[in-house]
């Protein structure tokens, strides 16, 4: 834990409003946009790509080509995390069946989760995870809504110390369970990484848990950046504020996404796509410059009145 709380030392140094701060700016102005893991310094795409729902498709060729076109896609613009859960049907299944015929494989960032109560089922569903994947070992193994997580948090750190397993996480969606999941980020500290819900509309995780993940050196993955899609109803039709040029951006998407990952403590936001022209939307959040703080406040208060 040393290395974490020189880590934590150098942060507080830096104001959470600052969000220039060299802790995680990466790169020339028009480059890729990285953020370290606290707990090693590991550098990670800020756009990462989730697959709820969208890789959850049958066992059709088409459907399952798709996917891979996607998959492709975020490799070839520098993607680095995918992101599953055994939660989201045959989505782990698609991705196996995806990651071979990738020319970037190594890029991959394997990120899924631990959805059953009890110690050998899950154990039991991580190692089925591993199979459908493909890979050798998950880079980050995360605790899906907190399920049973005082059970699987012995198991997690057991197989990260024999090297079954890179990063361990805890998760929380839809905006729930926000004092829960403080609670156990104040206590506990083997997690690296803690996923939850944050957004122009759904913004709670301002006021204590992205603070507090910069203050206890955790990496933070944001999970519904668009609201499940819901976002895009409100700016259908309406047109981009000219200035948001300054800050890089093209397309609504990219605005709502540059609004995350601009916050200092945000490591990377994980939005799903089943199409590669929402993909390359996506993806150019991640490249250019961020929003400072007062364009933030800003973007909140354009689209608050839209």
């Known amino acids: ?40 310094g590991e550098r990670l795409p800020v756009i990462g790509l989730g697959t709820w729902m969208t890789f959850d498709v049958g066992s059709s060729f088409w459907e399952q080509e798709r996917r891979c076109e996607v998959l ?8 680095a995390v995918v ?31 631990v959805w059953t109560p009890g110690e050998r089922l899950g154990i039991d569903q991580m190692e089925h995870s591993r199979r459908l994947w493909g890979v050798t070992r998950f880079d980050l193994m995360q605790i899906h809504n907190m399920l049973d997580w005082r059970t699987h948090l012995p198991t997690l750190r057991r197989m990260k110390a024999q090297g079954q397993l890179r990063y361990i996480g805890i998760t929380t969606s839809h905006g729930r369970r926000h004092a829960e999941l403080e609670r156990v980020m104040r206590e506990e500290e083997a997690f690296d990484f ?16 992205l603070p507090l ?20 109803s409100r700016v259908r039709g309406k047109r981009l504020p000219a200035w948001v040029s300054e800050f890089d951006c093209e397309n609504w998407a990219q605005f709502m ?17 089943s199409q590669v022209a929402h993909l390359h939307e996506n993806m150019g959040a991640g490249f250019g410059r961020l929003p400072d703080e007062k364009t933030r406040q800003r973007m909140a208060q354009v689209f608050a009145a839209l």
């Open 194 to 209: 803690v996923q939850f819900t944050y957004n122009l509309v759904d913004r709670e995780a301002e006021q204590r848990l």
């Open 213 to 232: 993940a910069a203050e206890r050196g955790l990496a933070v993955i944001i999970n519904r950046p668009f609201q499940g899609g819901a976002l895009f």
């Open 72 to 79: 492709q896609a975020f490799f070839e613009r520098g993607g």
């Open 83 to 113: 992101d599953s859960s055994p939660m989201y049907g045959r989505s782990e299944a698609v991705i196996g069946t995806c990651l071979p015929k990738m020319k970037q494989r190594e890029q991959l960032f394997a990120a899924t989760k």
């Open 1 to 40: 834990m040393a290395d974490r709380r020189r880590f934590l030392q150098c942060l507080a140094g830096a104001s959470l409003a600052s969000l220039v701060s060299p802790v995680w700016a990466v790169g020339p102005a028009s480059g890729r946009i990285l953020r370290p893991i606290p707990s090693t």
């Open 257 to 273: 996404l540059k609004f995350i990952v601009s916050h200092p403590a945000v490591t990377c936001a994980i939005p799903a796509t």
